[in-house]
C-alpha cells in the first residue's frame, strides 16, 4: 500500500515537472539582443546573396522604444558594407575588413528576437540612391527652415512698425 502511495506521489510530481517544462521556455529559446539579432540577418542576406564579398554591419539604428514579446516583428534600420571576405571564406564577417570603396547599402525591415525562430524581412538598397533622396529631402528641409526664419523676421519687424 505504501509503495503504491509512493508510486502516485512520484507519478504527480513527474507530470508536474513535465508541465513545468513545457511552459517555461528552454534555455535554447533566449531571447537574442537587439544587436545579435541584426547580425543574424545580415549573416542571412550573406548567404543569399549572389554577390561575391561578404557584407558586414556598418551602422545600426536604435532600437524601438516598444517591449513587447519575443515574437513579435521589430522593425530595423541598418548600414551594411562590402568587405574584403570573398563569399567563399569560412569567416564571419565581423573579423573581415571594409573595402575601401566597398558598396555601401541602407537596409530596412523587421526581425524577431527568438532565438528558435529568427525571423526576418529585411530589405537592402545601394546607398547612393538612399543617399541622393535623402540629400534632397534635406536640402527641402533646410530650405524650409530659413524661409520659416525669414517669415518670422518679417513678421517681427512689422509688429515693431506697429508698435
Known amino acids: 500500500m505504501e509503495t503504491q502511495r509512493a508510486s502516485l506521489s512520484l507519478g504527480r510530481w ?6 513545468l517544462g513545457l511552459v517555461l521556455p528552454s534555455a535554447s529559446a533566449q531571447a537574442l539582443s537587439y544587436r545579435d ?30 517591449d ?9 534600420s541598418f548600414t551594411v558594407k562590402e568587405t574584403v571576405c570573398p563569399k567563399t571564406t569560412q569567416q564571419s564577417p565581423e573579423q573581415c575588413d571594409f573595402k575601401e570603396k566597398g558598396l555601401v547599402k541602407q537596409c530596412v ?6 532565438q528558435i525562430r529568427g525571423d526576418f524581412d529585411i530589405t537592402c538598397n545601394d ?33 515693431d512698425i506697429f508698435r
Open 68 to 76: 513587447e514579446g519575443l515574437g513579435t516583428q521589430k522593425p530595423v
Open 127 to 159: 546607398i547612393q540612391s538612399v543617399g541622393l533622396f535623402r540629400r534632397l529631402w534635406d536640402s527641402l528641409r533646410r530650405g524650409g527652415r530659413k524661409i520659416l526664419g525669414k517669415v518670422k523676421s518679417i513678421g517681427q519687424r512689422i509688429k
Open 109 to 114: 525591415g523587421t526581425v524577431t528576437l527568438y
Open 14 to 19: 513527474s507530470l508536474w515537472l513535465l508541465l
Open 37 to 66: 539579432a541584426v547580425l543574424r540577418a545580415v549573416d542571412q542576406l550573406n548567404e543569399r546573396s549572389s554577390e561575391a564579398y561578404l557584407y558586414r554591419l556598418l551602422e545600426l539604428d536604435p532600437p524601438p522604444k516598444d
